[in-house]
């Protein structure tokens, strides 16, 4: 079984593919612009205004989770881990939702100790993305 993402693709083998826009420092995709484009039906605008909204609200949520993670509060790191991954997996932000998804994970079960080294992954992988974002515009 193929997802609609695979038979989109295939089903156009003349287009040009832009599945990773780029890589972050430990290689995970920083978008998936065929992910995005499929989502959006092909929609530039709406792209756009997706990735605006990206732009504008991921760098103050990564700071609201290094707020939350210095002071240990497992459930604000977990609800803003959570923003984080949707925010990121709408826009196929690869990089950002998985290093979201394990903060959440880290912060669900308890490990304080992983929260920090965590955190800081989330936010290098955001700026990382961000700025990815902003030259691309």
Not at 28 to 53: C, E, H, P, W
């Amino acid at each position: 079984l193929k997802t609609p993402l695979q038979a989109h693709s295939q089903s156009k083998p003349d287009t040009p593919t832009q599945r990773v826009g780029a890589s972050d420092s430990q290689g995970s995709a920083l978008v998936d612009f065929d992910a995005l484009k499929y989502r959006t039906g092909g929609d530039s605008q709406f792209q756009q205004a997706l990735i605006a909204n990206f732009i504008d609200n991921s760098n103050s949520i990564a700071e609201q989770l290094l707020s939350a993670v210095a002071g240990r509060d497992a459930v604000a790191v977990s609800k803003l881990a959570h923003r984080l991954k949707g925010a990121g997996g709408y826009v196929h932000a690869t990089a950002v939702a998985e290093a979201a998804l394990r903060l959440e994970a880290a912060a669900n079960n308890g490990e304080k100790e992983s929260m920090t080294r965590l955190a800081e992954d989330v936010r290098r992988r955001v700026s990382e993305t961000v700025a990815f974002l902003r030259a691309r515009a």
